[in-house]
């Protein structure tokens, strides 16, 4: 039996690293489901261009999921313009991409502060305000490199585990707690063509996604409430097959399908301008310190 599809239209998402890319094709698509969101973003400018664009069921809210006081004032002022958050997209994060011998430890800590610790903090606040209402949905964005180690990008790879692993833990315990009507979903794409995932290759039998791709998949786990959601979805076959081979067909496999090349060989010069962004991604690394000079210089720009 099918299951049935839940209503969205009249509740309230936030976002998180909503001005582009994944989390604003997001919004448009809860937009066209009748559901006001909160456009949260580091980057205040181009998310009240976002929320314009959406239409007056939308707002821009200034957030860096680093700190606990930005988070929560966003989820505060979601409340107060749209109504209690009944969805939260935990999708803000960055992908620098390199040899992990070649990273510094700053970038090591942004990614880390942002991609897991960012949706930590965000669990962590929601959490109690859907406990309490009996309802709730949380969206945590990891990656198809939250599933199988990725040269190219290490640490990028392990915080996307660790939010798979994060999900999956805490979604235990509200099951032990009896908060069964508070729902968790974690999303797993491949590269999707937006600025963070430009300048890569392609691995054969998996063409680049669109936002739009991962827009739609989110939709459908809130309708459905999907936990594990793959896209495309014929990676979970694939990953899975991975899992079961003995290790040397399995990585046979992959270079024969130059999955290990798809982040390992990056075009240095399309990525500049964005590598350039995400080193300046986290108060305390704006430009004008030396870090967005050394990666400057790493992708020759």
């Known amino acids: 039996m099918a299951r049935q599809s839940r209503i969205l239209a009249g509740q309230t998402a936030a976002i998180t690293g909503a001005a582009r890319g994944i989390g604003r094709a997001t919004a448009q698509a809860l937009t066209r489901k009748g559901m006001n969101v909160a456009v949260g973003d580091l980057d205040i400018e181009v998310a009240r261009k976002t929320a314009s664009e959406l239409g007056p069921t939308a707002v821009a809210l200034s957030l860096d999921v680093t ?12 409340e107060t313009q749209l109504g209690p958050v009944d969805v939260l997209i935990n999708n803000a ?18 990614m880390v502060n942002i991609n897991l610790h960012g949706v930590i903090l965000g669990m962590k606040l929601v959490l109690p305000r859907m406990i309490s209402r009996g309802r709730g949905h949380i969206v945590n964005i990891s990656s198809l490199a939250g599933k199988v180690g990725t040269p190219g990008v290490a640490t990028y790879s392990a915080t996307k585990h660790a939010v798979v692993g994060l999900t999956e833990a ?3 315990e509200l099951r032990l707690m009896g908060a069964t009507d508070v729902q968790l979903s974690y999303v797993m794409p491949f590269v999707v063509n937006t600025e963070l995932g430009g300048g890569l290759d392609q691995a054969r039998g998996l063409k680049k996604l669109q936002p739009t791709d991962v827009a739609d998949a989110i939709v459908d786990a809130l309708q459905h409430g999907t936990v594990d959601v793959w896209v495309p979805k014929s990676s979970k076959r694939m990953t899975k097959l991975g899992t079961l081979l003995p290790r040397g067909l399995a990585e046979g496999m992959a270079r024969a399908m130059k999955a290990d090349r798809v982040l390992a060989d990056p075009d240095t010069k399309v990525r500049a301008a964005y590598e350039l962004r995400a080193a300046s991604s986290e108060p305390g690394s704006e430009p004008g310190s030396d870090e967005p000079a050394r990666i400057a210089e790493k992708t020759g720009s």
Do not use: K
């Open 170 to 172: 805490v979604r235990g």
């Open 93 to 110: 994060g960055i992908m620098p991409v390199g040899r992990f011998l070649d990273e510094d430890d700053l970038a090591t800590r942004r």
């Open 67 to 78: 700190e606990r006081e930005s988070f929560a004032r966003f989820l505060e002022d979601a």
